[in-house]
């Protein structure tokens, strides 16, 4: 049985929020990027009758992380992210925009990639896919991918933030295009895609990206 998975557009960049359980009905959900309006969310979650059982961070640019703080504390769930990432978190203010709402916190949980974490009855295979940020990392669970911002429908994440395109380009090449063609995407920003379809018409990591002058 796929998962059941929620998308909201939050923070000033309206970043995919996805809230996830295990099935529709599920007592308790993952929280993946809250990237703002904490307060709406969960009243969001009270409408699904799920409670947030933890928070996963794909990386630690400001709009994926706006909502953690009052999330985190709001509900008592703990935070997973990539440990090389943990100060943007910790130190909010000092990277994000001026004006931008969000509060430190301190992540409980940090990983790098390799890691097999549950939240919520579900087993998320943590991927490092570095290149979008240093310490960029995926999530993976039953047949459906949280990409972050590593991978789009028709994109990918851009690297002028810090980042290193090779380095994106190859990590998703052999970690994300490794997993089944059916494999469902769920992205930072914009629409849901699949591993096939990108593997087939992405321009820039795709079979055909060599035509574009990007390899």
């Known amino acids: ?42 009243l969001e979650l009270a409408r699904l009758g799920t409670s947030c059982a933890g928070i996963l961070v794909t990386h630690g640019h400001f709009d994926h992380l706006g909502g953690v703080a009052d999330l985190a504390e709001g509900t008592g769930a703990e935070v997973w992210m990539p440990e090389g990432e943990r100060e943007r978190l910790e130190r909010f203010p000092e990277f994000a925009p001026v004006g931008v709402a969000g509060r430190p916190h301190a992540p409980e949980h940090l990983v790098s ?57 190859s990590g ?15 992205p930072g920003h914009g629409p849901p895609t699949t591993v096939g379809d990108e593997k087939r018409t992405n321009p820039f990591v795709g079979e055909n990206a060599g035509r574009y002058g990007i390899r």
Request: aromatic share 8%; net charge negative.
């Open 172 to 186: 998703i090449r052999s970690k994300l295009f490794s997993l089944p063609d059916g494999t469902l995407i769920f």
């Open 1 to 42: 049985m796929p998962l059941a998975v929620d998308r909201y557009e939050l923070g000033p960049l309206q970043t995919n929020c996805y809230v996830v359980r295990s099935e529709r009905g599920a007592a308790e959900c993952a929280v993946i990027d809250p990237g703002g309006d904490a307060a709406d969310l969960r």
């Open 113 to 169: 990639g390799g890691e097999t974490i549950e939240v919520a009855g579900i087993p998320f295979e943590c991927l490092a896919v570095p290149g979008h940020s240093p310490a960029h990392v995926a999530f993976y669970a039953e047949g459906e991918l949280f990409s972050g911002d590593v991978l789009f429908a028709g994109s990918v994440g851009r690297t002028d933030l810090g980042g290193n395109a090779a380095q994106l380009f």
